[in-house]
Protein backbone atom coordinates (compact mmCIF):
# COMPACT_ATOMS: atom_id res chain seq x y z
CA UNK A 1 0.00 0.00 0.00
CA UNK A 2 1.28 3.32 -1.08
CA UNK A 3 0.08 6.91 0.42
CA UNK A 4 0.61 9.74 -1.97
CA UNK A 5 0.06 13.13 -0.48
CA UNK A 6 1.12 16.25 -2.57
CA UNK A 7 1.40 20.14 -1.48
CA UNK A 8 2.23 23.01 -3.06
CA UNK A 9 -0.05 24.23 -4.26
CA UNK A 10 -1.46 28.07 -3.94
CA UNK A 11 -2.70 31.14 -6.07
CA UNK A 12 -0.24 32.82 -8.42
CA UNK A 13 -0.34 35.43 -10.78
CA UNK A 14 0.55 34.89 -14.64
CA UNK A 15 3.84 34.18 -15.40
CA UNK A 16 5.46 33.05 -11.59
CA UNK A 17 5.90 29.70 -10.33
CA UNK A 18 5.01 27.03 -7.84
CA UNK A 19 6.86 23.84 -6.79
CA UNK A 20 4.70 20.76 -5.92
CA UNK A 21 5.43 17.83 -3.93
CA UNK A 22 4.10 14.53 -3.58
CA UNK A 23 5.05 12.39 -0.59
CA UNK A 24 5.14 8.75 -0.59
CA UNK A 25 4.60 6.46 2.10
CA UNK A 26 6.13 2.66 2.17
CA UNK A 27 9.37 1.54 1.58
CA UNK A 28 8.74 1.16 -1.94
CA UNK A 29 8.61 4.15 -3.89
CA UNK A 30 11.61 3.32 -6.08
CA UNK A 31 9.42 0.70 -7.90
CA UNK A 32 6.87 3.07 -8.90
CA UNK A 33 6.59 5.16 -11.97
CA UNK A 34 5.25 8.26 -10.99
CA UNK A 35 3.00 10.68 -12.93
CA UNK A 36 0.96 14.30 -12.42
CA UNK A 37 -2.30 14.79 -13.68
CA UNK A 38 -4.28 18.25 -13.67
CA UNK A 39 -8.16 18.33 -13.76
CA UNK A 40 -10.09 21.75 -14.40
CA UNK A 41 -13.61 22.51 -13.40
CA UNK A 42 -15.57 21.24 -16.27
CA UNK A 43 -13.04 19.14 -17.65
CA UNK A 44 -11.33 15.49 -18.07
CA UNK A 45 -8.49 14.46 -16.20
CA UNK A 46 -5.08 15.55 -18.12
CA UNK A 47 -1.88 13.97 -18.03
CA UNK A 48 0.82 16.29 -16.93
CA UNK A 49 4.21 14.63 -16.62
CA UNK A 50 5.83 11.29 -16.05
CA UNK A 51 8.64 9.84 -14.54
CA UNK A 52 10.14 6.60 -14.30
CA UNK A 53 11.46 4.66 -11.33
CA UNK A 54 15.45 5.90 -11.37
CA UNK A 55 14.46 9.26 -13.40
CA UNK A 56 16.35 7.60 -16.33
CA UNK A 57 13.16 9.10 -18.32
CA UNK A 58 10.85 12.04 -18.18
CA UNK A 59 8.15 12.83 -20.49
CA UNK A 60 6.00 16.37 -20.74
CA UNK A 61 2.21 16.73 -22.43
CA UNK A 62 2.95 19.21 -25.20
CA UNK A 63 1.20 21.97 -23.13
CA UNK A 64 3.89 22.29 -20.27
CA UNK A 65 6.79 20.93 -22.07
CA UNK A 66 9.69 23.81 -21.69
CA UNK A 67 7.42 25.17 -18.43
CA UNK A 68 6.94 21.86 -16.16
CA UNK A 69 10.00 20.29 -14.60
CA UNK A 70 9.07 16.45 -13.08
CA UNK A 71 12.26 15.06 -11.04
CA UNK A 72 11.72 12.87 -7.74
CA UNK A 73 14.19 11.83 -4.68
CA UNK A 74 14.21 8.53 -3.43
CA UNK A 75 16.17 8.76 -0.92
CA UNK A 76 12.95 11.59 0.34
CA UNK A 77 10.22 9.02 -1.21
CA UNK A 78 9.23 12.29 -2.97
CA UNK A 79 8.31 12.96 -6.83
CA UNK A 80 7.96 16.62 -7.60
CA UNK A 81 7.06 19.48 -10.17
CA UNK A 82 8.24 22.71 -11.07
CA UNK A 83 5.57 24.80 -12.63
CA UNK A 84 7.17 28.22 -14.43
CA UNK A 85 5.90 30.80 -16.96
CA UNK A 86 2.33 29.78 -15.33
CA UNK A 87 -0.78 30.76 -17.42
CA UNK A 88 -4.35 30.83 -16.13
CA UNK A 89 -4.90 28.08 -18.50
CA UNK A 90 -3.08 25.73 -15.71
CA UNK A 91 -5.02 26.87 -13.20
CA UNK A 92 -6.52 23.08 -12.02
CA UNK A 93 -6.06 20.49 -9.12
CA UNK A 94 -3.13 18.71 -9.92
CA UNK A 95 -2.41 14.95 -8.14
CA UNK A 96 0.60 12.40 -8.80
CA UNK A 97 -0.22 8.74 -9.42
CA UNK A 98 1.93 5.81 -8.49
CA UNK A 99 2.46 2.88 -10.83
CA UNK A 100 4.08 -0.36 -10.72
CA UNK A 101 5.34 -0.30 -14.10
CA UNK A 102 8.60 1.19 -14.93
CA UNK A 103 7.12 4.54 -16.77
CA UNK A 104 3.06 5.05 -16.87
CA UNK A 105 1.12 5.86 -19.60
CA UNK A 106 -0.84 9.17 -19.97
CA UNK A 107 -4.37 7.04 -19.21
CA UNK A 108 -5.42 7.25 -15.50
CA UNK A 109 -6.35 3.76 -15.69
CA UNK A 110 -2.59 2.99 -15.44
CA UNK A 111 -2.65 3.41 -12.39
CA UNK A 112 -2.57 1.51 -8.59
CA UNK A 113 -2.31 4.96 -6.26
CA UNK A 114 -3.45 8.47 -6.59
CA UNK A 115 -2.92 11.76 -3.85
CA UNK A 116 -5.61 13.75 -3.18
CA UNK A 117 -4.57 16.52 -5.04
CA UNK A 118 -3.75 20.39 -4.46
CA UNK A 119 -5.19 23.35 -6.15
CA UNK A 120 -3.34 25.49 -8.11
CA UNK A 121 -4.34 28.88 -9.50
CA UNK A 122 -3.22 31.18 -11.77
CA UNK A 123 -4.52 34.67 -12.26
CA UNK A 124 -4.14 36.90 -15.43
Known amino acids: QVQLVESGGGLVQAGGSLRLSCAAS????????MTWFRQAPGKEREFVAG????????YYAPSVKGRFTISRDNAKNTVYLDLNNLKPEDTAVYRC?????????????????WGQGTQVTVSS
Open 97 to 113: AATSKEVGLPSPGEYDY
Open 26 to 33: GRTFSSYG
Open 51 to 58: ISRSSDYT
